[in-house]
């Protein structure tokens, strides 16, 4: 299994940006799809998008497309959310999730019972 560090969190004001980072250990990297999900105090955990392992595919929340963007750096194993515009509602605990495979996030969005490895997250909070 991969293992998954996330970074760049942090308190920024609406209408802030801020660019998550999501550090993979390991070999083989580029044959991982990566997601972004994310869960608020009191509700249920979400997916934020993904971008399938050769970062061809990339799909997105409805409510977030236009502001978030997900990247990946092979070289660098790392996979990145840049998060635009932000809302107070964007406000959540980030985390980052991993699996190897060429399938995951290419026909379909993924789900949460399609990854196998997950990063500890990253609090984002965003103020009014």
């Known amino acids: 299994q991969v293992q998954l560090v996330e970074s760049g969190g942090g308190l920024v004001q609406a209408g802030g940006s801020l660019r998550l980072s999501c550090a993979a250990s390991g070999r083989s990297f580029s044959s991982y799809a990566m997601g972004w999900f994310r869960q608020a105090p009191g509700k249920e955990r979400e997916c934020v998008g993904s971008?399938?392992?050769?970062?061809?595919?990339?799909y997105y929340q409805d409510s977030l497309k236009g502001r978030f963007t997900i990247s990946r750096d092979n070289a660098k194993n790392t996979v990145y959310l840049q998060m635009n515009s932000l809302k107070p509602e964007d406000t959540a605990l980030y985390s980052c999730?991993?699996?190897?495979?060429?399938?995951?996030?290419?026909?379909?969005?993924?789900?949460?019972?399609?990854?196998?490895?997950w990063g500890q997250g990253t609090q984002v909070t965003v103020s009014s």
């Open positions: 971008i399938s392992w050769s970062g061809g595919t990339r």
């Open positions: 999730a991993a699996v190897s495979s060429r399938r995951v996030g290419v026909s379909r969005p993924p789900t949460y019972s399609d990854f196998r490895s």
